[in-house]
């Protein structure tokens, strides 16, 4: 069983930055692929970014479109912990945020953080 706990939401002025966080529990966090997802009011869920586990060649990192320049995503492995730096933040990126595990190649993303909203305001 692995927990997801996000944190680092809150309101911001549109052109702000935050940086979400998520801690997770488990002996092998190094090996999960991490992503975080987002979902607006009245919208489905949708992927914004993830640090995929690729064995011994480390970490690949992809973004949605809408996202790609101004999010990164970072992990700490000694921390047990995944980032989302988000800057230049427009009224859209309203939503919350998730953070999600993978733990196995293949099986999907298993686990899921309880979200931190984000509110960006014009």
């Known amino acids: 069983q692995v927990q997801l706990v996000e944190s680092g939401g809150g309101l911001v002025q549109a052109g702000g930055s935050l940086r979400l966080s998520c801690a997770a529990s488990g002996r092998t966090f190094s090996s999960y692929t991490m992503a975080w997802f987002r979902q607006a009011p009245g919208k489905e869920r949708e992927f914004v970014a993830h640090?995929?586990?690729?064995?011994?060649?480390?970490?690949?990192?992809a973004y949605v479109d809408s996202v790609k320049g101004r999010f990164t995503i970072t992990r700490d492995n000694a921390k047990n912990t995944v980032y989302l730096q988000i800057n230049s933040l427009k009224p859209e990126d309203t939503a919350v945020y998730y953070c999600?595990?993978?733990?196995?190649?293949?099986?999907?993303?298993?686990?899921w953080g309880q979200g931190t909203q984000v509110t960006v305001s014009s």
């Open positions: 640090l995929k586990w690729g064995g011994g060649r480390g970490y690949y990192s």
């Open positions: 999600a595990a993978e733990t196995s190649v293949g099986k999907g993303y298993e686990y």
